[in-house]
């Protein structure tokens, strides 16, 4: 995970020119080598140095900077533990910008550590670019009093919604499974270039205009390469530590309980994925049943809790009679498969790639 502690404070307006060609440099390679999955090594060693001086200098690459206005809502359109999201406009269309929020310890706003990890969060979106992702049109630096700049993580607005909102509006089961897969391609090429996404989940899966899901919520996204760091050591927002806490695999949850290091992999993400699928198929949270009445943070504990004295525990099974078979089209092999990408042994999940080899996912027509 990024370590904020190995970036030095500088002052926005006191960055050597140097700095402005370097990352601007290194942006231009790694744009060569972003799409080339066969030179991902090479990129990532690029995306590592780039990273490290445009997140200690707080200089996002000037190819990824948006040039014209965006007119932003004054009215957020989602809220989250982290950061505040408003609809806006750029050159004639709907666009989704995102701002984090870091407090210091007596309340004010962070703005140095919002800009390190909004480039943080950027850079890694932007070298995720393909199939199966969310578009990263870049950042947008607007003046807001009384804290001066903001940085914002554009994105283009997706009409359909998040995937959950989008189940909700077209029943059946005919959707399922073609989503799912396409999160499958997604996670796979995000795998390939060594990146961890973090927070597979609903709220993170958009759907575009063709129908198509895409991933996109990096805030909790890392390097594979990332040294891992525990939560009493850890220097960023609360919220992109780790994900949502009922879709964490259990190595993360005991990690998080024993003030332990995690090491986000993407065996951890496969768990994440298993766990969407199941909230897909039952409309229904994993471990749902577990304090459902509690404030969420209680609720989180109780299910790190219920996991960590139970090795068997796993989302519970609905009913062969509930609506998730005889309406959401789940299957014996559907849950069999979430099953064994729910292993208690990290290294016995399946991978991506090999889910996505399933034949759940073959014999299907775009």
């Not at 006191?14 to 790694?30: K, M």
């Not at 909004?118 to 969310?134: D, K, N, R, S, T």
Request: a negative charge.
């Amino acid at each position: 995970m990024l370590d904020m502690n190995t970036f030095p404070v500088v002052h926005p307006y006191a960055i050597e020119p140097s700095a402005h060609l370097a990352v601007d440099e290194l942006q231009r390679v790694l744009h060569t080598h972003a799409h080339q999955t066969s030179a991902f090594r090479v990129g990532l060693a690029v995306l590592v140095a780039l990273r490290r001086i445009s997140c200690s200098q707080r200089v996002p690459p000037s190819a990824l900077i948006l040039g014209s206005p965006i007119v932003i809502s004054a009215t957020t359109c989602d809220v989250s533990q982290d950061s505040d999201v408003f609809p806006g406009e750029y050159e004639g269309n709907k666009v989704i910008c995102k701002r984090l929020r870091v407090r210091t310890p007596v309340g004010e706003r962070n703005t140095i550590a919002e800009d390190t990890w909004a480039i943080h969060e950027g850079l890694l979106w932007f070298y995720c670019q393909g199939p199966g992702v969310l578009s990263f049109l870049g950042y947008y630096i607007h003046e807001e009093a009384p804290s001066g700049t903001a940085l914002y993580l554009v994105s283009p607005y997706q009409e359909s919604g998040t995937l959950l909102e989008h189940l909700k509006v077209y029943k059946g089961n005919s959707r399922r499974i073609s989503l799912i897969r396409d999160v499958v391609k997604g996670l796979d090429s995000l795998h390939e270039k060594g990146i961890i996404h973090g927070d597979i989940r609903g709220c993170n899966i958009f759907i575009n205009e063709a129908g198509h899901a895409l991933i996109g919520g990096f805030g909790c996204a890392c390097l594979s390469s990332d040294r891992p760091i525990s939560v009493s050591r850890y220097p960023g927002p609360p919220g992109s530590f780790i994900g949502s806490i009922p879709y964490q695999p259990p190595e993360h949850l005991d990690a998080l309980r024993n003030d332990k290091f995690v090491f986000p992999s993407a065996s951890a993400d496969i768990y994440s994925l298993a766990c969407l699928m199941y909230e897909m198929y039952t409309g229904l949270s994993p471990f749902h049943e577990i304090s459902p009445r509690r404030l969420p943070s209680i609720r989180a504990c109780h299910i790190m809790e219920a996991i960590a004295t139970d090795r068997s525990r796993i989302p519970l099974k609905p009913d062969e009679q509930d609506l998730a078979y005889h309406e959401n089209g789940l299957t014996s092999e559907i849950w069999a498969l979430m099953e064994e990408s729910w292993d208690r042994d990290a290294q016995r999940r399946p991978s991506a790639r090999a889910i996505g080899g399933h034949p759940l996912f073959t014999d299907i027509s775009d």
